[in-house]
């Protein structure tokens, strides 16, 4: 099973940008759709994006559509999250996860292997 490990979460101003990063081991990680999603506090952990293991597909929640960018290197064994426009109710832990199934699915149920998060905190 990938393991995977997040960074770049931080502090940043409205309007500001931040692109977090999760790399996976393990030598399967091109076999594996990636996905982003994130949890503010007291709400219920929420679907962000998501990319096919070829890098080909991708796909994202409305409330993210156009500000965020999720992209991924199948040779650094990373997926990384642009995040751009950013506003107060982005702030949120956000975690990658690893679907076996290949493919850009949005639900979480997809999804086999999470890192640990990096938190995002946005102020207005």
């Known amino acids: 099973q990938v393991q995977l490990v997040e960074s770049g979460g931080g502090l940043v101003q409205a309007g500001g940008s931040l692109r977090v990063s999760c790399v996976a081991s393990?030598?399967?990680?091109?076999?594996?759709?990636m996905g982003w999603f994130r949890q503010a506090p007291g709400n219920e952990r929420e679907f962000v994006a998501t990319?096919?293991?070829?890098?080909?597909?991708?796909y994202y929640a409305d409330s993210v559509k156009g500000r965020f960018t999720i992209s991924r290197d199948n040779a650094k064994n990373t997926v990384y999250l642009q995040m751009n426009s950013l506003k107060p109710e982005d702030t949120a832990a956000y975690y990658c996860?690893?679907?076996?199934?290949?493919?850009?699915?949005?639900?979480?149920?997809?999804?086999?292997?999470w890192g640990q998060g990096t938190h995002v905190t946005v102020s207005s």
């Open positions: 393990g030598r399967t990680f091109s076999s594996y759709a």
């Open positions: 996860a690893a679907s076996p199934s290949g493919r850009a699915i949005p639900r979480s149920s997809e999804y086999d292997a």
């Open positions: 990319i096919s293991r070829s890098g080909g597909w991708t």
